[in-house]
Nanobody, 126 residues
Framework: QVQLQESGGGLVQTGGSLRLPCTASGRTFSIYTFGWFRQAPGKEREFVAADSWNGVWTKFADVAMGRFRMSKDKPTNTLYLQMNNLKPEDTAIYYC???????????????????WGQGTQVTVSS
């Protein structure tokens, strides 16, 4: 089993920045891909970004391109989502996810990830 813990959410003004950490514990050696998803009220959970733990590739959704980036601290098994130039439409609960599959196949699909954190609320005020 793998446990994921997000933090770092909060209230920020339009144009502001937040950094969301996601720390993995448990059988982390089995994880090859991490992802970030978000879910706004009344909407389906959507893909934001994904990263291979070995650093070979990353993928961003169009809404995140150019504004969000990811980094990692391997000794602490922590993945970070840095969000810049935030907009009100970025308001959502942000989830960290992990899977044992490697590669980009279906990386945008919620169903392709088997491990999820509890989510952290991000609110961007106008």
């Amino acid at each position: 089993q793998v446990q994921l813990q997000e933090s770092g959410g909060g209230l920020v003004q339009t144009g502001g920045s937040l950094r969301l950490p996601c720390t993995a514990s448990g059988r982390t050696f089995s994880i090859y891909t991490f992802g970030w998803f978000r879910q706004a009220p009344g909407k389906e959970r959507e893909f934001v970004a994904a990263d291979s733990w070995n650093g070979v590739w990353t993928k961003f959704a169009d809404v995140a391109m150019g504004r969000f980036r990811m980094s990692k601290d391997k000794p602490t098994n922590t993945l970070y989502l840095q969000m810049n130039n935030l907009k009100p439409e970025d308001t959502a609960i942000y989830y960290c996810a992990a899977r044992t599959l490697y590669g980009l196949d279906d990386v945008e699909k919620v169903t392709s990830f088997g491990y999820w954190g509890q989510g952290t609320q991000v609110t961007v005020s106008s």
